[in-house]
């Protein structure tokens, strides 16, 4: 039996409280994961996990044998990426978890360069609006918007969006001065799922200046790319982040209305689970994303923050 991997399964059931999921997490079959703890039991001599339909326990054998478990996979972890940069090479695999339009418009295309400044590391990335379980899924970096729910995982802000309002320059060209005196019928929204209606725009100017727009023009959508796609031929106005506009006004078809009003923002943060902080290829790919994306949009520079349930 090849011990080291027969912790490494038995950390994983525990992590995802199912044989099952830890099976998918890990891209083998239900009865060889349920095997490999079994085995392992059977040459320590003891039970590490009561198990039933519905639930897995750890027994008091099970939960020292976890702890010591870590400890040594991390230790073996250390030992490789150690060995790895004296010869001045990471290896391995990366996978990613990605928002479809930060991931389109920043981090697909900065991590060209990652791959040539790091050959021997292969990134794989899922470009997707829907967060999922990042232990399950054996998903090592995840970029995440607002806040993050899970409490085993860790989160570095890398970067802060700031919502602009846009439009063709022949539109922003007729608006009124005052974002006030705005048309909602010239607004096109954003709408999240299971929003009744699309999200208001608040734009505030000095100390004292604070408009509320609330988008009713003739469409509205889940996607910021949609919005901007729309804004493109003609249909409206958008309030959408900076970063996912950049291009379109620096061609000049796009421009940005009332820029001395100050709108929301939104930070990114790069998530990773707990057991892989100190993982030496994600670490350098955190660096990357930090040294790639514009530094002076980086909340918090430097500071990792452990994040529990996100307020309601």
Known sequence: MDRLWAMQVFVRVTECGSFSRAAASLNLANATV???VRNLERHLGATLIN???RFLCLTDAGEQFLLESKQILQAVERAEVNIQAAVGELRGTLRMEVPIAIGQTLICPALSLFAARYPGLSVSVTLTNSTHNMIENAIDVAIRMRH?????????PIYEGHYVVCGRPDLVGR???HPELLDPRLCLGLVQE????PLEWQLRRGGEEHVVVRPDGPLHFNSSSAL??????GSGLVHVLDAYIGAHVASGELTVAYPDWTTATKPFYAVTPKTRVMSTKIRALIDFLLETLDPHRRPQAWQTIRVGAAAG
């Open 148 to 156: 993050v729910e899970e409490a085993d995982l860790v989160a570095r």
């Open 34 to 36: 349920t095997a490999c």
């Open 51 to 53: 198990r039933n339909t």
């Open 228 to 233: 901007i796609g729309a804004a493109l031929r």
């Open 175 to 177: 608006l009124p001065e």
């Open 194 to 197: 299971g929003g009744r209606g």
